[in-house]
């Protein structure tokens, strides 16, 4: 229930905007089940922690490790829509792990590499081993890399692959997915009035003329008016009518 609630989470427009630039998410899910370390549950980590905790995170009692770099991924695109299967991997698995922000991003191939060492198994990266997961012969670490424009492409490259470390390990493996580049976001820039981008502005002309060289109205003034002329009269009168308000001299003769 825990799992399903943070996915739901990761996976909402919640974070549509890019509240984080430089920052890429990670995702981990096993059937087994998963001893996050305590600077992983956390919605903001740095990749030094990332690291370290993945490090530990990982024990050595998968068969199989798999590995995959979504380039360019960032926490609002798994709000869209067309990831599905990932959606659905993470559901039906036994226990997972969301982080929504590391403030950068890790180079996914040397970290599996390392894992490889780790836990002394052979590290394969499935693009230029095409059947390394059909016939790995024991616990290996598989790198996958996702380089598609389109998300249900990438979408139904993951499940292939999941499918088939399934197929061959049943389900005695671990995912790690993230991206080892992060996405760059536009910045648009703020042009002054009749400008065009990439343009110089062109030169003021020269005018004169007493409105041209003093500011008479603006912003502030305007709202100092408003309030002189509106809020401050309505004001005096809600005082003054409370002022006027009297107790009753008398009360009225009580009728039987």
Not at 31 to 47: D, E, H, P, R, T
Request: net charge negative; with cysteine.
């Amino acid at each position: 229930m825990r799992s399903s609630v943070l996915l739901s989470l990761l996976l909402t427009a919640v974070y549509e905007v890019a509240a984080f630039e430089k920052t890429s998410p990670f995702l981990a899910w096993s059937s087994n089940g998963l001893n996050a370390a305590k600077n992983l549950n956390a919605q903001v980590v740095s990749v030094q922690d990332l690291k370290n905790g993945i490090y530990d995170l990982v024990d050595c009692s998968h068969k199989a490790i798999l590995v995959v770099d979504e380039l360019e991924l960032h926490a609002s695109d798994l709000g869209r829509s067309g990831r599905d299967k990932l959606k659905y991997q993470i559901q039906s698995a036994g226990s997972s792990l969301q982080i929504p922000f590391v403030q950068g991003a890790v180079d996914l191939e040397k970290l599996g590499e390392s894992l490889s060492q780790k836990c002394h198994t052979p590290f394969f990266d499935v693009d230029y081993h095409k059947d390394a997961v059909a016939t790995a012969e024991g616990p290996s670490v598989f790198y996958k890399k996702l380089t598609s424009d389109s998300v249900k492409e990438n979408d139904q490259a993951l499940d292939t692959i999941i499918s088939e470390v399934r197929d061959r390990f049943q389900d005695n493996y671990l995912v790690l997915y993230s991206t080892s580049q992060t996405k760059e976001f536009p910045h648009e820039q703020k042009l002054s009035a009749r400008q065009l981008p990439e343009q110089p502005p062109s030169p003021t002309p020269t005018q004169s003329g007493l409105f041209h060289h003093y500011t008479f109205f603006s912003q502030g003034i305007f709202m100092g008016l408003l309030v002189a002329f509106i809020i401050v009269p309505i004001g005096i009168m809600g005082i003054f009518w409370n002022l006027s308000v009297q107790q009753p001299q008398r009360f009225e003769k009580k009728q039987n």
